[in-house]
């Protein structure tokens, strides 16, 4: 997804360059072709020739700069980019471009570009929470820019609190989901041919079940089936031959996918169950109730003094019936948890018998139920976890399926 995708990395002075060093590499290694501008202030923690001996590109450190003269650095560079990331960003440079200043190779770049803009702020945790720095973040959101938050932790400066640089892997996992997604003005055309699921049949599952107690109340949990939904999209979007049962939810149907609405856990078994010899990958990201009323009732309970006791039964686990019946299928399911996450994700696994699980904590902001975002970690039967960063459950649809084509290839890098 990364090759030959023009990354353009406007590096500024701040003790986190070296970060952006190791940044640099990976996305060279991932094939992508990596253009790096410094501030002569970043000259001062790291010599330019560090960047172009990781990239193999001319580092460009002033607007004046013109290794080829029949193009103008600052445009030629801003015209090639499918990305244009600001890392680290200092309070600085933040502030010349929330304002228009163009005295550098990385603001004049700033203007020209019609690029994508991200910026990955890094300083002190006072220097970040004050309101010039903040008002200048909000200008540029309102115009388009996309910040990659910094991480609380141990500052250079002996601070402790928000400031510290995200880290590379993270930048790099939320610059493949950008590609991968296509949401690039440039990748439109290329994610319309990207069709690497074709000839697979695929069931997913997702939003909540209901468990009645009488014809007007019920049990229920509060997934909104966005996930499921957005995997199933991504996935038709890329050739497979998507199923989707679901829940109960206020969602619009997909595009090009067949959906089978299941109101109970009972009703979602049997049809996934239905179709589980024919499939070839599986995602059960549906928040199936554990337990429902032993007794129904056939009209509506009337309130009766004192309390309410209904006994409870368990439903089906239909994760361990898929485990357990399970000849060539590729299983993959999912853990929302509050606490022990890897623990709990690692003991899922091994007792359904998945080949991944896909974990978060839904107490963790910008993680839970009903929000247009994610952080998760994925587990693989082979050992491996890879932590992800925050970001849109669109973007995160279409990362966890190029995990899912690489670990049936037995190859996840």
Partial sequence: MMQGKTIVIGVTGGIAIY???DLCSKLTQKGADVWVLMTESATRFVQPITFQALVRNPVLTDTFQEPNPSVISHIDVADRADLLLIAPATANVIGK???????????TTFLATKAPVWIAPAMNVNMYAHPAVQDNMSKLASWGCRFIEPEE???????????RLAEPMDMLAQIE?????????????LLKVRQDLQGI???VTAGATREAIDPVRFFTNHSSGKMGYAIAEAAAKRGADVTLISGKTNLARPEDVEVVEAVSAEDMFREVIKRYAHADVVVKAAAVADYRPKMTYDHKMKKQPGDLVIEMERTTDILAELGARKTHQFLVGFAAETQDVEANAR???ERKNTDMIVANNVSQEGAGFGVDTNIVTVYLRTGESYPLPQMDKSQLAHRLLDFILEARRGKVE
């Fill in 153 to 163: 932790g141990y500052l250079a400066c002996g601070w402790i609190g928000k400031g």
């Fill in 347 to 349: 003991g899922k696994m």
């Fill in 97 to 107: 471009l929330a304002n228009g200043i163009a005295d550098d190779m990385i603001s």
């Fill in 201 to 203: 049949k695929m069931v």
């Fill in 177 to 189: 989901a950008f590609f991968s997604e296509g949401t690039c003005q440039k990748d439109a055309a």
């Fill in 19 to 21: 970060k952006i060093a």
